[in-house]
């Protein structure tokens, strides 16, 4: 039997939008129980972000940040926009962008950082914040609503037996459940699908950013500096691009997103972003440095249309597990934490009320007609543009539709929709090239091994994989015919391989020690074969400074 203990809300995630929904529920009423659960061993070990942080998010939430120790400091300085070839650049002049898309009055940050510096002021306001518990399944009431969520479930060998160490849990039931689990959440996933609250949203599209922190020659640092590309080299191959941040102590956030909804399934992102790193512009500033860090995350991209109903019954869906960040701008930090104050104050106000495990359909109101959707609804129409025409088209026609939406109010083009999932994205590999990627240099350059040493990554060995394969013959009798089995390529640790043990006879391999959970596999698997849950809790990347 599982233990139970009772908080009037119960919040699950320790990022910007779980902590600013503790933040701002203590805030209002200091007498409510309020716990943050979060699977990483610590408040920001799973946090990976660019970032660029618009601060609309913590001006409301605590207005005098300013006056603070809190790590927002570098201030953007410079803001350059660039379209990449081969072996040159072209500036895309800042006047021609929308004034959304200016950086200036936003900070360098480190968001890992942030959320550390946001748990210590939640903790202060007497808020409950456990790490290494993840929430491993969802408690329901009788009449099918949500009540609570399992945590901290340990002590399983890898055929899922108990072992001499097991600990069940407990169940942590709450008046409301917050869920705030970042991209492709699991326990999002289960409630999406069984409240089917997806049904009148556009398919969800996803991108992969991939992340190192280097410390560089000071005469290329440049503190403030905030660079964008895109173009070279994805080409025709996939949409994407890159970001560089110089922030503190002559470091650098060197960052690679490549859209998931690319066809060829031959694509390798993680060999893209390192074939990006001999760029020019960039090789130049990187030899003589050192990389510090590395991680990866999916980021979600659907944008305004690719909202769920974000209400369900006993609780609320809290920042990218929602889909709340802004494509072109590359932001969802500032709609993370503003969507966990209105579920903070939506939430407080039912229980005032007395009501509890109640459906709260304000917040989806709240949400897309609010400060939300008003970031949201100017840039809606970039993406399914820029999958559709290219990224010339969603320069030229996305950019005028941007420009109408911040003038006029009004999107030209209405609301373009998505279509297809990512997944279903992928065609079979005969009716493309095979891609050949340059060896990595290693010092420029590394292999994927190498880099996953620098996330911090560790799962404890005897437990369930925590890859679930729906059929474990798909892999090798239908993706590697049909596909070349392309989690070889689209994960960007390493996870999967396909082994050749006799000649013509290969089995499948899942190196789940690797995994830094950026759930692409989830997403990009063309069968839809491979389930992420949470593993053992504190398992995973341990990031730093990220």
């Given amino acids: 039997m599982r233990e139970k203990i009772d908080y009037d809300l119960v919040i699950v995630g320790g990022g910007p939008a779980g902590l600013s929904a503790a933040i701002r529920a203590k805030q209002i009423d200091p007498g409510l129980s309020v716990v943050v659960l979060e699977k990483g061993s610590e408040i920001g070990s799973h946090i990976l972000s660019g970032a660029v942080l618009d601060t609309a998010g913590i001006d409301l939430l605590i207005p005098n940040w300013k006056q603070t120790d809190i790590p927002i400091r570098t201030k953007v300085k410079e803001d350059h926009f660039y379209l990449l070839g081969p072996a040159g650049q072209i500036k895309i002049p800042n006047f021609l962008l929308p004034p959304l898309m200016n950086n200036h009055g936003n900070y360098i940050v480190s968001m890992g950082n942030v959320c550390r510096w946001l748990a210590e002021q939640a903790e202060i306001l007497g808020v409950d914040i456990f790490a290494g518990m993840a929430c491993s399944d969802l408690v329901f009431g009788e009449k099918g609503e949500v009540v609570g969520v399992v945590a901290g479930e340990f002590g399983l060998d890898k055929e899922g037996n108990k072992t001499e160490g097991y600990e069940p849990g407990m169940e942590v039931l709450g008046k409301y459940v917050l869920l705030g689990e970042g991209v492709r959440g699991s326990l999002t996933k289960i409630l999406i699908e069984k409240y089917k609250l997806d049904a009148e949203s556009q398919p969800q599209k996803y991108g992969l950013g991939m992340k190192e922190i280097w410390e560089i020659d000071?005469?290329?640092?440049?503190?403030?500096?905030?660079?964008?590309?895109?173009?070279?080299?994805?080409?025709?191959?996939?949409?994407?691009?890159?970001?560089?941040?110089?922030?503190?102590?002559?470091?650098?956030?060197?960052?690679?997103?490549?859209?998931?909804?690319?066809?060829?399934?031959?694509?390798?992102?993680?060999?893209?972003?390192?074939?990006?790193?001999?760029?020019?512009?960039?090789?130049?500033?990187?030899?003589?440095?050192?990389?510090?860090?590395?991680?990866?995350?999916?980021?979600?991209?659907?944008?305004?249309?690719?909202?769920?109903?974000?209400?369900?019954?006993?609780?609320?869906?809290?920042?990218?597990?929602?889909?709340?960040?802004?494509?072109?701008?590359?932001?969802?930090?500032?709609?993370?934490?503003?969507?966990?104050?209105?579920?903070?104050?939506?939430?407080?106000?039912?229980?005032?009320?007395?009501?509890?495990?109640?459906?709260?359909?304000?917040?989806?109101?709240?949400?897309?007609?609010?400060?939300?959707?008003?970031?949201?609804?100017?840039?809606?129409?970039?993406?399914?543009?820029?999958?559709?025409?290219?990224?010339?088209?969603?320069?030229?026609?996305?950019?005028?539709?941007?420009?109408?939406?911040?003038?006029?109010?009004?999107?030209?083009?209405?609301?373009?929709?998505?279509?297809?999932?990512?997944?279903?994205?992928?065609?079979?590999?005969?009716?493309?090239?095979?891609?050949?990627?340059?060896?990595?240099?290693?010092?420029?350059?590394?292999?994927?091994?190498?880099?996953?040493?620098?996330?911090?990554?560790?799962?404890?060995?005897?437990?369930?994989?925590?890859?679930?394969?729906?059929?474990?013959?798909?892999?090798?009798?239908?993706?590697?015919?049909?596909?070349?089995?392309?989690?070889?390529?689209y994960c960007p640790a390493g996870v999967y391989e396909v082994l050749e043990k006799r000649k013509n006879s290969f089995t499948f391999q899942i190196n789940s020690q690797n995994c830094v959970h950026c759930k692409t596999c989830d997403i990009k698997d063309p069968s839809e074969n491979i389930t992420w849950k949470t593993p053992q809790g504190g398992d995973g990347p341990n990031y730093q400074n990220m």
């Fill in 218 to 489: 000071p005469k290329f640092h440049t503190e403030g500096k905030v660079f964008h590309s895109m173009g070279w080299p994805l080409g025709s191959n996939a949409g994407g691009g890159s970001f560089c941040y110089h922030a503190e102590n002559n470091q650098i956030y060197l960052g690679f997103v490549v859209h998931l909804n690319y066809e060829n399934p031959h694509v390798f992102p993680y060999m893209e972003f390192q074939k990006f790193k001999h760029h020019p512009i960039i090789k130049k500033m990187l030899e003589g440095g050192k990389r510090i860090s590395y991680g990866a995350r999916a980021i979600t991209e659907g944008g305004y249309q690719s909202i769920p109903k974000i209400s369900f019954p006993g609780g609320l869906i809290l920042g990218c597990s929602a889909g709340l960040v802004n494509v072109p701008r590359i932001k969802g930090n500032h709609n993370a934490m503003i969507s966990g104050i209105a579920a903070a104050q939506i939430a407080c106000k039912a229980i005032k009320e007395g009501l509890q495990n109640t459906e709260l359909n304000e917040y989806d109101t709240e949400i897309k007609n609010g400060r939300v959707g008003s970031d949201l609804k100017p840039v809606k129409n970039v993406k399914p543009i820029w999958s559709r025409f290219g990224l010339l088209a969603s320069l030229v026609i996305g950019g005028i539709d941007m420009w109408v939406a911040t003038i006029a109010r009004i999107n030209l083009f209405g609301t373009l929709k998505h279509g297809k999932s990512d997944a279903k994205s992928t065609r079979p590999t005969n009716k493309f090239k095979e891609i050949v990627y340059p060896k990595p240099d290693g010092k420029i350059s590394f292999d994927r091994l190498t880099n996953v040493s620098f996330s911090g990554t560790n799962h404890e060995e005897n437990q369930p994989c925590h890859l679930f394969l729906k059929n474990k013959n798909i892999p090798i009798k239908k993706n590697l015919p049909l596909y070349a089995e392309p989690a070889q390529r």
